[in-house]
């Protein structure tokens, strides 16, 4: 499956966006989904995380009641809502799928665990 990442932006302190990733080639419907980010000079972070049955989301602490992620399987497409955006969120934004297989809870958060990546999108927030 080849994913794209688009959507990101500059943004105000405070303010909101919603960034996409568009999926080709496959379905996703059958695939864990989720958001990492990579800040300049750091590694890549655990975002969020939305299971194949959609009721099922993760969130790192430091975006809980601020994002969202959700997924339309019709659209072959996983959102991110970002809201209440602060300056330390400026990175880039990576959608990544789990095409094989089950992640298991614990290991969600875990890049390695997931084996299709977009290409980024870059959000930058200014204070």
């Known amino acids: 499956v080849q994913l794209q990442a688009f959507g990101g932006g500059l943004v105000q302190a405070g303010g909101f966006l919603r960034i996409s990733c568009a999926a080709s080639?496959?379905?996703?419907?059958?695939?864990?989904m989720a958001w990492f980010r990579q800040a300049p000079g750091k590694e890549r972070d655990f975002v969020a995380a939305i299971r194949r049955s959609e009721s099922s989301t993760r969130y790192v602490d430091s975006v809980k009641g601020r994002f969202a992620i959700s997924r339309d399987n019709a659209k072959n497409t996983v959102y991110l809502q970002m809201n209440s955006l602060k300056p330390e969120d400026t990175a880039v934004y990576y959608c990544?799928?789990?095409?094989?297989?089950?992640?298991?809870?614990?290991?969600?958060?875990?890049?390695?665990?997931?084996?299709?990546w977009g290409q980024g999108t870059q959000v930058t927030v200014s204070s």
């Open positions: 080639g496959r379905t996703i419907s059958d695939y864990d």
């Open positions: 990544a799928a789990k095409t094989g297989g089950w992640i298991m809870t614990s290991q969600v958060k875990e890049p390695s665990r997931y084996d299709s």
